[in-house]
């Protein structure tokens, strides 16, 4: 005997046991999420044996737990071929049952941390929470300083007031010569900020954050980067704005070129961001900070047109979602590279990186020859200080070449 379980799915028996039930909303929330109808069918079906298999093992709900999933499966396994994605396809049926409350939340029995871990997240909350860093600052600093309180006390008590100026250094000297440039440097930082924690929760009357040696390095040594504006023009041309994808892709390389935002503002910018009204968007950037900038015409177009007829019907704020289920905002900034990233590869063009960034140092590069001061520069890209900025009077040849001293003895 049949049974439908809604208008798209049937079920070749009757559901029983006791989480049958569930088997409808648990469809109806796979649906939500964008997943294919294929999709759902192999989930409730494989839901409603376990139901059944409860049923036959008298197991309540409020009993069940991940180890019933294990023993099911090894029970099913002996009747039929195993399938690689059965357990993940259980897993999500039992988060389902969890996030409406029918089964209870596993508590999962994990090691005691060592007073060195405890001091690590300590210091992440103070950076999230009093600071107010970014995400990705927080992700860098917190595995350097991890590091550092297991090299000076190991699994043993921290005594922050113990530490003196040669653990610093040593440290550095140990583990910056194994770093690339840039990761060294951002050694150095980290260590400074922890430094400076320690010294504002009064554990140490030193500032040892003045003792961390610098990495040598010459001052901004490399000319930023940037995308030509002619492939800017080719890569936009060649993207496929007849599909859904290729919608949202269009109006994310374009906030990327025409206002030069970072990956992590375009992949985290909300719709309540954007002010139609007044033609203007509200940024996320670094360190908390909101910049207001103005809505050019073609990307708001390009950004609308998304939103009518390529952005999946989700309850999610975020502007951009994934395009395959589950649908969703994006997980990180990353998502933004891989888009900027496959879409360089399918047009076929050689840019100077495979990056995000690229379009920030092109659209700079570009308005400084167009006649763009730094401050203005530096106004749009969102710098905190005009010494971030200056980097850019290194692409002005034209302006460099006027400051350049004759060759002794003239040109022979």
């Not at 309540?60 to 999933?69: A, S």
């Not at 927080?138 to 005594?159: A, E, H, Q, S």
């Not at 935002?261 to 900070?289: M, N, P, Q, T």
């Not at 302006?399 to 060759?407: E, F, G, I, N, Q």
Request: charged fraction near 25%; charge should be positive.
């Amino acid at each position: 005997m049949k049974c439908v379980i809604n208008e798209h799915l049937v079920l070749s028996r009757v559901p029983k046991g006791p989480l049958a039930t569930y088997l409808a909303p648990f469809a109806e929330s796979l649906s939500q999420q964008g997943y294919t109808q294929r999709y759902i069918h192999r989930q409730v079906m494989l839901a409603a044996c376990f139901s059944r298999w409860l049923d036959q093992t008298g197991t309540l709900p409020r009993r069940v737990t991940c180890e019933h999933l294990v023993q099911y499966l090894r029970f099913r396994y002996r009747r039929r071929r195993p399938n690689q994605g059965d357990a993940a396809a259980l897993g999500h049926f039992i988060e389902f049952l969890r996030g409406e409350r029918v089964i209870p939340t596993e508590n999962r029995s994990t090691r005691p941390l060592t007073p060195a871990e405890q001091c690590v997240q300590a210091y992440e909350r103070y950076l999230r929470e009093e600071r107010v860093l970014a995400e990705a600052t927080i992700v860098n600093y917190v595995p350097f300083i991890d590091r550092f309180l297991k090299d000076c006390f190991g699994t043993g008590p921290v005594k922050l007031s113990s530490l003196r100026a040669r653990d610093v250094v040593q440290f550095v000297q140990r583990h910056a010569r194994r770093l690339h440039l840039k990761r060294a440097k951002l050694l150095t930082t980290a260590l400074r900020s922890f430094l400076r924690y320690v010294r504002y929760r009064g554990e140490s009357r030193f500032d040892l954050a003045t003792v961390v040696p610098s990495v040598a390095n010459w001052s901004m040594p490399a000319i930023p980067r940037g995308i030509a504006p002619d492939q800017v023009r080719r890569l936009l041309s060649q993207i496929d704005r007849r599909t859904a994808v290729g919608r949202r892709d269009y109006a994310i390389l374009l906030l990327l070129a025409r206002l030069g935002l970072r990956s992590g503002e375009v992949a985290f910018l909300e719709l309540e961001d954007i002010d139609w009204k007044a033609g203007c968007l509200s940024v996320h950037g670094k360190s908390g900070r909101r910049t207001q900038l103005p809505l050019p015409k073609d990307v708001g177009d390009a950004i609308v047109t998304y939103l009518r007829h390529g952005r999946p019907c989700s309850a999610s704020r975020r502007v951009f979602l994934r395009a395959k289920a589950p649908i969703r905002g994006f997980l990180s900034q990353c998502a933004v590279g891989s888009i900027v990233r496959h879409a360089l590869l399918r047009a076929g063009i050689e840019a100077p990186t495979t990056g995000a960034h690229q379009f920030r140092h092109g659209l700079a590069t570009q308005m400084l020859s167009q006649g763009a001061s730094l401050a203005q520069i530096g106004e749009l890209l969102g710098h905190q200080s005009p010494e971030t900025t200056k980097i850019y009077a290194k692409v002005d040849l034209e302006a460099l070449r006027t400051l350049a001293l004759p060759w002794p003895g003239g040109v022979r």
